[in-house]
């Protein structure tokens, strides 16, 4: 492994970039905030106060001319990633950026392109995936412990969805499926990752009108592949936020609390009152240490959420010359299976009277 610091250039200082890149590279040894970027001196200065000693640009090209950078970290609506990516790469830097790295194949394209003819990394933020109780059922998975995988549910809760519908002026709304865009990324690569190459094969949303600004915002959609059926099911008039994702096997299935990180497993068992509450005190107890061992992590600071876990996988293949923790494969299957979902869903609504 070199020494060197890795040098990061952040484009983009929303709520992202402050809640969870700006922590996370400054948990990384071997990386520094060398500059940050935004069009907006408000959110520039806000960052700025944080973080006094790095330069400060509100344009991008002039920060690319003039910082010292091996990587450009973006963090803007995803209607500019591509463009920015592209940018970047033709500056020689390595190109972190947020999901949906493109709003197309044709888009993503042109930024893999990019980034393969100036010798540089591609990867997309996949967090979730890299949250340690994700981890835990994949490692699970491939061990063959809950046997053959035959399907993964997926069940988000988000209340920011309703406030994001609610608001016209959002960049939310100028997605070409609107909040399918911004919402459908993370569970299409979960459930990826656990049954491989997946195709949609019915969307229902309940506005017809996908840019709609009303509070309620109810998305289904089925993916169907090889080794099993994937269901998400997003609602953002939730009371609370949750994500829970359960994944079904031949000898056992699994439940992911991501909100709680917590895995609990529900086993083959019998109907009667006996084996219902014998299972009923498992799960008691799994979650319970499950809990236990969430907070000691948070306490002791040795927590590390998906995001750092990324960042800083990422970090590191840079600085050893190693892989992109998300290969560009992986992350062009995620944009091909959500532009096609945003697809269905447009013809759903021309279909509806």
């Given amino acids: 492994m070199t020494d060197r610091t890795v040098r990061v250039g952040l484009v983009g200082c929303g709520v992202i970039a402050r809640w969870q890149h700006i922590p996370a590279l400054a948990r990384i040894s071997g990386a520094e905030i060398a500059a940050v970027c935004d069009k907006d001196p408000g959110l520039l200065a806000t960052v700025g106060k944080k973080l006094r000693s790095v330069e400060r640009y509100e344009d991008f090209g002039e920060m690319l001319s003039r910082a010292k950078l091996d990587v450009v970290d973006i963090c803007t609506p995803p209607q500019t990633h591509a463009a920015l990516g592209i940018q970047a790469a033709e500056s020689g830097r390595h190109v972190l950026v947020e999901k949906p790295a493109a709003l197309s194949l044709e888009e993503f394209?042109?930024?893999?392109?990019?980034?393969?003819?100036?010798?540089?990394?591609?990867?997309?933020?996949?967090n979730k995936m890299f949250e340690p109780v994700v981890r835990r059922a994949l490692?699970?998975?491939?061990?063959?412990?809950?046997?053959?995988?035959?399907?993964?549910?997926?069940?988000?809760?988000?209340?920011?969805?309703?406030?994001l519908a609610k608001d016209p002026s959002h960049w939310c709304h100028e997605l070409p499926g609107g909040l399918l865009t911004e919402t459908l990324p993370h569970p299409i690569y979960i459930i990826q990752a656990f049954l491989g190459a997946v195709e949609p094969v019915a969307v229902h949303v309940t506005r017809p009108d996908l840019h709609g600004h009303a509070g309620s915002y109810e998305i289904i959609v089925v993916l169907e592949g090889r080794r099993g059926v994937g269901v998400v099911a997003y609602s953002g008039s939730s009371p609370k936020d949750k994500v829970v994702i359960d994944v079904h096997g031949t000898r056992k299935s699994l439940r992911i609390d991501l909100w709680n990180s917590a895995v609990l497993e529900y086993r083959i068992g019998g109907a009667g009152r006996a084996s219902r509450g014998l299972e009923n005190l498992r799960q008691g107890l799994s979650l319970?240490?499950?809990?236990?061992?969430?907070?000691?992590?948070?306490?002791?600071g040795r927590f590390r959420g998906g995001h750092l876990q990324v960042i800083d996988e990422f970090i590191q293949s840079v600085r050893n010359g190693t892989d992109s923790p998300v290969s560009v494969e992986q992350a062009r299957e995620v944009i091909r299976v959500l532009e096609s979902i945003a697809e269905m869903a447009a013809a759903n609504r021309a279909a509806t009277p």
């Avoid at 394209?109 to 996949?126: K, P, S, T, W, Y």
């Avoid at 490692?139 to 406030?163: F, H, M, Q």
């Fill in 109 to 126: 394209d042109r930024l893999a392109e990019a980034c393969q003819g100036h010798g540089v990394r591609l990867c997309e933020i996949e």
């Fill in 139 to 163: 490692s699970e998975v491939k061990r063959g412990s809950i046997g053959s995988v035959t399907g993964v549910d997926i069940k988000v809760l988000l209340r920011r969805t309703a406030a």
């Fill in 288 to 300: 319970l240490a499950c809990t236990a061992s969430a907070v000691t992590e948070v306490a002791t």
